[in-house]
């Protein structure tokens, strides 16, 4: 059964900020979910870029 639209958590995009400065070929993305009532800001997450190699701030999309 599928939940109710009154939830309050969103599927979010997470995209790689040093990886897009640098220009090399590829994103770093990963896809989480958050609780839009306990965090309107854009949510910024250290998590790890397998093309870099290093952990590095991903930053919310929309």
Not at 51 to 57: D, G, Q, V
Request: with cysteine; aromatic share 4%; charged share 40%.
């Amino acid at each position: 059964m599928a939940k109710k639209s009154k939830d309050n958590r969103s599927q979010i995009i997470l995209e790689c900020t040093e990886h897009k400065e640098s220009g090399m070929p590829g994103t770093s993305r990963y896809i989480t979910e958050k609780n839009r009532k306990n965090t309107p800001d854009r949510l910024e997450l250290k998590k790890f870029n397998p093309i870099l190699k290093k952990y590095t701030i991903h930053k919310e999309i929309k």
